[in-house]
């Protein structure tokens, strides 16, 4: 049997869901793919958890949501952080959530680019690094001839970007139109239909997980905007 050796790169809301979806759906994948994936190493900002026989991904939340860090993992954790938890193991896919940054695109852009030099697949939630450098990460992937996939950084339950390519692949695109971010839809509508105010709709919202705790790429357009870029390109 073929197996996936995978690391989660950032293991704030997105990378932590990952790992809950993979500890479901591992068992579903390995039935219709014949391929069993085992997440090698997990990351957050400042520490990880690494061994090559694979960690337990619902150990992993626990441990980042109890203790804050994921060198607190048993007999697993680490200090190692950033792009040096790349070369720490083996490993044949890297899993990209780190959070969006619009100002340079980092850490995004340079995990990506050194898992590309490495020969590694990569899958990405970010959208940093396709909002600002789109053609390079692009053209970097398919100079190192390996797989990049982002449908996550647009509409993550609505494949758009693949139906697209793949399924509307003899069609001209002239036009797109959507809701772009689900949180301001949230904050708008829910003003609308009941005339609260703006504050009290995003601190509900913030409650509820819904916008984030610093809700500016929301509120302030970026997110939309960085959505529209990819999107076109």
Excluded at 153 to 178: W, Y
Aim: glycine fraction near 8%.
């Amino acid at each position: 049997m073929d197996e996936c050796r995978v690391i989660i790169m950032g293991f704030g809301s997105v990378g932590q869901g990952v790992a809950n979806a993979l500890s479901m759906k591992k068992d579903l994948i390995k039935d219709k793919t014949g391929i069993a994936v085992k997440v090698v190493a997990a990351a957050d900002s400042s520490s990880s958890a690494i061994s090559q026989d694979g960690l337990d991904e619902l150990l992993l939340v626990k441990t980042k949501n109890e203790e804050g860090k994921l060198s607190a993992y048993p007999e697993f954790g680490s200090d190692v952080s950033g792009a040096d938890v790349l070369d720490a193991v083996e490993y044949d896919c890297l899993i990209e959530a780190t959070p969006t940054n619009i100002k340079d695109a980092e850490p995004a852009l340079s995990l990506t680019l050194k898992a590309f030099e490495q020969g590694k697949d990569v899958v990405t939630s970010n959208k940093g690094h396709l909002a600002l450098k789109f053609k390079e990460v692009v053209g970097a992937a398919e100079k190192a001839g390996v797989e990049f996939k982002y449908e996550a950084s647009v509409g993550g339950s609505m494949p758009i970007i693949n139906f697209t390519r793949d399924t509307l692949a003899s069609c001209e695109i002239k036009s797109i139109k959507g809701i772009l971010n689900g949180t301001t839809n949230y904050i708008l509508s829910r003003m609308t239909s009941e005339g609260s105010d703006y504050e009290v709709i995003l601190k509900e919202s913030q409650d509820l997980g819904i916008a984030e705790t610093d809700p500016t790429q929301d509120v302030e357009g970026i997110d939309a905007a960085c959505k529209t870029v990819i999107l076109a390109n």
